[in-house]
């Protein structure tokens, strides 16, 4: 049975680097693509980037700057750095199984996804 389940601090300060991590069981980490997305309140699902299974990575061209996401193969582990967080990155935050089409927005939508994490939710205020 494939289960992902995202994990990190629900509160974090503007400024601040936000760090999520998503364990993944039930299927291999590096034969799949993993993606981190995000859904602000009364927002739309938007893909902030991905992992592809040889371990390139993509980025949503609008956060790249502020986004690093790895992997960590023993752990079976999927992780996401936001930096220079601000109020509007307040979010559930998902991890998901596969990449989007378009990689060049961040527009997406839950069909490109067959796996998904339950969410976590991260507020950003001081």
């Known amino acids: 049975q494939v289960r992902l389940q995202e994990s990190g601090p629900g509160l974090v300060k503007p400024s601040q680097t936000l760090s999520l991590t998503c364990t993944v069981s039930g299927v291999s980490l590096t034969l799949n693509n993993w993606s981190w997305i995000r859904q602000a309140p009364g927002k739309g699902l938007e893909w902030m980037g991905g992992?592809?299974?040889?371990?390139?990575?993509a980025y949503n061209p609008a956060l790249k700057s502020r986004t690093s996401i790895s992997r960590a193969t023993s752990e079976k582990q999927i992780h996401l750095q936001l930096s220079s967080v601000t109020p509007e990155d307040t979010a559930i935050y998902y991890c998901?199984?596969?990449?989007?089409?378009?990689?060049?927005?961040?527009?997406?939508?839950?069909?490109?996804?067959?796996?998904w994490g339950q969410g976590t939710q991260v507020t950003v205020s001081s």
């Open positions: 998901a199984r596969g990449l989007p089409r378009d990689k060049t927005t961040g527009e997406t939508t839950r069909s490109e996804y067959d796996y």
């Open positions: 992992i592809h299974y040889s371990g390139s990575t």
